[in-house]
């Protein structure tokens, strides 16, 4: 069998709460809790869910932006959550991290030449002209031309911000990459394109992605393989193209009948069409499986005990006491 | 087509300019659009396209760059663009048109309770005094209509205290209240979480079939839009490219940007296909049709001239010198 590239284990991060004044002490906001996964190399490994159910936590965890509260994260077999500061700086240019929002992340000021080299003067030592060969290598790379190079990064539209982010992780060859939402903000055509460029990269330079996001049908065209989150636990894990056409958790049936898809008649999704409620605020999780009080088929256990993640059928994990209600 | 009694909103020919540093902004570029009495129409397009332009220019709420500089736009049978702001304040804006707006989070007053913002509108708008009980037993019974559990205790809270799908709840109560002709939702479930975005579309849906209210639906999301729209109107670069039943559109699309535009939405295990070139600078648009730089089907005429609208199928038009073929 492949040695994953990356095996997560028991994975917690907690936050301490905002609390108030009045309430008295801040509650603890667990979000991550409890998270268990590997990625094999050279897949597409997705993390979907709605807002606030750790996704974003869990990818800035894995590359240590925080810190985890318990938990292990293994690199290619090497535990990284505890790491020496000069040991985790090696190690950010094997794991890097895209941003949501490119716009915000690259500095203004700087034009495209400096941020791009900024990098590989931190990362690397090679010398003056050997940077000036890379930059424009992996500006070639994303599609982007020498003319860019003295540029500001206000100069460029969003799909050109979002090449000009991977252009900057790219310059440190790394071999996994964290994509946050990569594509939220853009026009479906621009879309398209930013999806080939991943590809064509990931085939390229031998890369494995992790895809975070909340846009289902971007998961499931992008994805090998796929993890439900929901309120800080993964509740399914399986291949895409299964769990996209037999999803057995309650929580996973919910989210994707909920898709607006066209083609699809309005409320013919059957139980799960509209469902009910809305995704727990993090500050308060209910106890036992976190879905119960949207959830269709919940039995008293699942109000008091957190149901394991369990082997299902075709190589599926699953955390509900019910097996999504199918006994 | 449908007689005119039954056209509550007209939009002809309508332009819009933004003076700017940089030059002028030619944000609407002669404009058709109309919505019939209990319609629920669609307006999509990508970021850049006019969709939000065009909905300002309707209830003339756009910002002080703005020119119209040319149109007519109707509601109810009146010439919206002739009428003064005193006539329009009474008449039109949140009360023969109001408006969903996209985020919920900022549309509310923060300091306010829910219930004093709910009897503002109903003092405003209707005319008499928050003591009408009638009109609060109104505004209960339209918060019970959104599915606010238990609405006579919500009033007294503020709206951090909702979350986010309430919110829009909220939101489309207070907009439904002043009995509109016409609601304007705008990206009204952009900001929402799919699970909560399908509950807010199937009350939408339902509320609309029994007040009979007219609604244009701006949205970027083809997939919302077809969950939806009767009819769907597809902007590109400030122009109304074309104008189908939403079925229709989805199957037979007439426009080459609407066909490239579907066939740059994911599909699973499918090829990514996108459109070549990017969206044009609204300064210095391309003459003739703004879409012939990107389009397959381009030709001289293209370049030249803008198409007129040509009705392909009965109630399906298309801005385009070359529709794409219809297979039977």
Redesign the interface.
């Known amino acids: 069998m492949t040695q994953p590239i990356l095996d997560v284990h028991s994975l917690r991060k907690h936050f301490k709460g905002s609390g108030s004044f009045l309430e008295g002490k801040p509650r603890r906001v667990k979000a991550l809790d409890g998270v268990t996964f590997q990625v094999l190399p050279g897949e597409t490994f997705g993390v979907v869910g ?2 606030g159910c750790g996704k974003s936590t869990l990818g800035k965890t894995l590359l240590g932006i925080y810190r985890p509260t318990e938990g292990e994260v293994r690199f290619k077999g090497r535990d990284i959550t505890r790491l020496s500061k000069r040991a985790s700086i090696r190690l950010k240019r094997e794991i890097q991290y895209v941003y949501q929002d490119p716009g915000s992340s690259l500095d203004p000021m700087w034009k495209v030449r400096r941020i791009l080299a900024e990098p590989l003067v931190i990362h690397t030592d090679l010398n003056r002209r050997a940077v000036r060969e890379r930059v424009r290598e992996m500006l070639a790379a994303v599609g982007l031309g020498e003319e860019h190079l003295s540029l500001y990064p206000h100069e460029f ?1 969003g ?1 050109q911000q979002r090449r000009l982010g991977l252009a900057r992780i790219l310059c440190l060859n790394p071999s996994l990459v964290v994509l946050d939402e990569p594509t939220s903000g853009l ?7 930013i ?2 460029l991943f ?1 064509d990269l990931k085939d390229r330079f031998d890369l494995t992605y992790i895809f975070i996001s ?1 846009n ?3 998961v ?2 992008m994805c090998s393989r796929l993890a439900v989150m929901y309120a800080g636990r993964i509740v399914e894990m399986g291949e895409t ?1 299964a769990l ?1 056409e037999r999803p057995i958790h309650p929580y996973t049936r ?2 994707i ?8 008649k ?2 013919t999704g059957g139980e799960e ?3 009910i409620g ?2 727990p ?1 993090p500050e308060s999780f209910p106890p036992g499986c976190r879905f119960w009080p949207r959830c269709p088929h919940e039995i008293e256990a699942c109000r008091r005990e957190v149901p394991d993640l369990r082997p299902g059928p075709d190589g599926r994990w699953i955390a509900c006491h019910l097996n999504g209600g199918e006994g | 087509m449908t007689g005119s009694n039954d056209r509550l909103l007209e939009v002809n020919d309508l332009t819009v300019h933004f003076h700017t540093d940089r030059g002028v902004v030619q944000a609407l570029d002669r404009v058709q659009l109309f919505v019939d009495r209990g319609e629920v129409v669609g307006l999509i397009g990508e970021s850049g396209s006019g969709k939000t332009t065009a909905t300002r220019s309707v209830l003339r709420i756009l910002p002080p760059s703005a020119r119209i500089a040319g149109g007519r736009i109707r509601f109810d049978g009146r010439n919206l663009l002739t009428m003064s702001e005193k006539e329009l304040n009474a008449t039109v804006r949140g009360r023969g048109i109001s408006l969903v707006p996209q985020d919920p989070f900022n549309s509310l007053n923060p300091v306010f309770t829910v219930g004093t913002q709910v009897r503002d509108i109903l003092k405003w708008k209707g005319g008499r005094g928050p003591s009408g009980s009638i009109e609060m037993e109104r505004a209960l019974d339209m918060l019970r209509e959104v599915q606010i559990p238990s609405p006579w205790e919500q009033l007294k809270r503020y709206p951090h205290q909702f979350s986010g799908g309430q919110r829009q709840r909220l939101m489309i109560a207070m907009a439904l209240l002043p009995r509109p002709g016409l609601v304007i939702a705008d990206e009204c479930t952009t900001a929402l979480d799919v699970t909560v975005e399908a509950q807010i579309l199937a009350l939408l849906r339902g509320l609309v079939r029994e007040m009979n209210v007219s609604v244009l639906f701006i949205t970027h999301d083809l997939g919302v839009a077809s969950q939806i729209c009767r009819r769907i109107v597809v902007m590109y670069a400030g122009q109304d490219m074309e104008d189908a039943p939403s079925e229709r559109l989805f199957e037979r699309p007439g426009h080459p940007y609407t066909r490239e535009l579907l066939e740059s939405l994911p599909t699973p295990g499918g090829d990514i296909r996108d459109i070549p070139g990017e969206v044009p600078s609204l300064l210095r648009p391309p003459e003739g049709c703004r879409f012939h730089p990107r389009c397959p089907s381009a030709s001289a005429d293209c370049r030249r001239k803008r198409p007129e609208k040509v009705e392909i199928e009965p109630g399906h038009w298309v801005r385009c010198f070359h529709p794409v073929e219809s297979q039977p």
């Open positions: 709605e807002s539209s799909g026009d479906v055509s621009v879309q398209a394109t999806l080939k590809l909340h289902l049908s971007v499931r065209m193209s996209f919910l989210l009948s909920a898709i607006p898809m066209i083609g699809k309005p409320g069409a509209e469902g809305e995704p605020n």
